[in-house]
């Protein structure tokens, strides 16, 4: 999977062989914001762009615009995989929330490795 980055945003981006160009949607916020072009350079230019743009528009209307992701997450597993997972923590020096992240970040990248891969 190839990304791109621009003040906090990122982006998503494919290859359409048949239209030969490259295309990307910005990640993580609800408004759909996509562009297009025919090269990297391009490319990154037109990703520039479409959040600047979606930046200004929102300010033009009154709204806020999204920023992805606070950094907080609230979720339910069963208790003895909570269990377990405190134990793991504690039994490695670390605080649940740090225990939790590493291994997040861990199965995030390898399924980021086997998406490249496929």
Known sequence: MNTMSYKSYHARIEYDDEDEIFFGKIAGISDVIGFHAESVAELKSAFHEAVDDYIATCHRIG???????????????????????????????????????????????????TRRAG
């Open 63 to 113: 709204k806020e615009p999204q920023k992805p992701y606070s950094g907080k997450m609230m979720f339910r597993v069963d208790p003895e995989v909570h269990r377990r997972a405190a134990m793991a923590a504690e039994l490695s020096g670390k605080s649940l929330n740090q225990w939790a992240e590493e291994a997040l970040e861990k199965a995030a990248k390898q399924a980021g490795q």
